[in-house]
Nanobody
Framework: QVQLVESGGGLVQAGGSLRLSCAAS????????MGWFRQAPGKEREFVAA?????????YADSVKGRFTISRDNAKNTTVYPQMNSLKPEDTAVYYC????????????????????WGQGTQVTVSS
């Protein structure tokens, strides 16, 4: 059974940092593009970042570019890490990890329909 398990969410003050992680299990995802989305109350799920199979190519939403960095470790159950710095109250949302079963260029992996498996989400709350 495929599982994506996110962790690392929590409450942080504006300007602070958080590092989320997402561990994939149930099958091998080392060849596939993975990504993160987020959803704030009353809003649609939005793209945050994507990373290709070996971490050499990444793509970010304009809203997080320069503040968030996505990386992955295929030796550890294909774990994906978004390092989130300079957090703002508008970053408050439930953050979801997702994976494709294709080797997409990250710039093409920006909509939920491109992803095949999802985690349950982890809450990130940034206080002002």
């Amino acid at each position: 059974q495929v599982q994506l398990v996110e962790s690392g969410g929590g409450l942080v003050q504006a300007g602070g940092s958080l590092r989320l992680s997402c561990a994939a299990s149930g099958r091998t995802f080392t060849s596939y593009t993975m990504g993160w989305f987020r959803q704030a109350p009353g809003k649609e799920r939005e793209f945050v970042a994507a990373i290709n199979w070996n971490g050499t190519s990444t793509y970010y939403a304009d809203s997080v570019k320069g503040r968030f960095t996505i990386s992955r470790d295929n030796a550890k159950n294909t774990t994906v890490y978004p390092q989130m710095n300079s957090l703002k109250p508008e970053d408050t949302a439930v953050y979801y990890c997702a994976t494709t079963v294709r080797n997409l260029r990250p710039v093409l992996a920006t909509t939920p329909e491109r992803f095949d498996y999802w985690g349950q989400g982890t809450q990130v709350t940034v206080s002002s």
